[in-house]
């Protein structure tokens, strides 16, 4: 036989082995998290704002009234932190029941750092 004529299993490097093993980090990443916002504007009652809180974010009365002050104040503060499909729950939420009410209250989502 030609010296250079091996079959696989011949050659010294390889044992005919098809498999392939790679090391892998275990994957533990935790999905991301969004920040549930509410925005000031200058029309929507501050009492609706607080009901709205306290509906769909699980705040007291004093919670919901701290954050809807820092909201007319500041102009926009964080009222929670959810999965993004929690999140998007929430905003859609606030949205639909500031609609029905025919106040302009806004609420978007961001993915946090
Ligand atoms: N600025 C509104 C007012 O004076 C109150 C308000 C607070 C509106 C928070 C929206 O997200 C808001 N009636």
Known sequence: MHRDAFMMADRPEDDGDTSILT???PKTKRPPLYKVLLLNDDFTPMEFVVHVLERFFGL???QAFEIMLTVHKKGVA???VFS???AE???AQV???ARRHQHPLQ???EKED
Request: hydrophobic share 45%; charged share 20%.
């Open 23 to 25: 090391a892998t980090k």
């Open 60 to 62: 007291n009365h004093a």
């Open 78 to 80: 964080v009222v929670g």
């Open 84 to 86: 993004h499909e929690i």
């Open 89 to 91: 729950t929430k905003v």
């Open 95 to 97: 949205m639909d029941f």
């Open 107 to 109: 609420c978007t989502m």
